[in-house]
């Protein structure tokens, strides 16, 4: 490869970065607080392309000038211009994040933090007629809460819808530092019919546990039995930490 080419995919790698972080297009890979390593690494790679661009174009007019041949380079460097256009659009098209066909080649299980401590202490629940919780939690606390907090509450959810073996699921991804890390929550909704929305349409829904239904035999997957269902635009983060 070209050192003009180089440095043109260079400055393509660093820009594709800072647009997905001013975009928000990078929560689908990493963590939120990777955000500033993410733009320092961005601006490191075009400043270093912009200067090595620079630096060779200013070296090859000198020498073109000395050999009397000064469009030779102006050509080149438009040729690496061209090649660099597929790469434009490799780079800066994003991939959705990861969905319900991640869930069902997934095992889901329960959260790290519970498995960890088997029986860890959850706090009280608070007060209020629907108590909102992130899907992480709330499987935490039906598979491994001996108090029973959540026995007898409504509680709100969000997640994306997924069908797997006769179930709808209401699922999220749980990522520990980047989106290669991810493993499904699920928790199954029962109480209403809602067969009919589609894989990776996004939900709030509320509803109660069903004691007793996260076990190790269903990957700690809880029964939620339904009371409302609203379909919700898919969030700027889609992952749970």
Known sequence: ???ETQ???LILLGGALLKITINGDYLRYVKPAQQPW???GGAVMVTLGAIAIARDLLAARAAAVVSGDVHAHEHNTRSAWLL???VLAVFLVAPPALGADSVTRTEARAPQSASASNAAAFPPLPAGDVVPLEVNEFVSRAGWDKSGSLNGRTVRLSGFVVHN???TMLARMVIGCCA???FPITVRLVGQDVAGFRDDTWLEVTGTVVP???VRENSYMPDLTLTSV???PAPKDPYEY
């Open 1 to 3: 490869m070209k050192r």
């Open 38 to 40: 993410i733009i320092a």
């Open 230 to 232: 609203r379909q919700v």
């Open 180 to 182: 290669a890390d991810a």
């Open 212 to 214: 007793g239904t996260a």
């Open 7 to 9: 440095n043109i995919l």
């Open 84 to 86: 660099m256009v597929p």
């Open 165 to 167: 073996e006769g179930n």
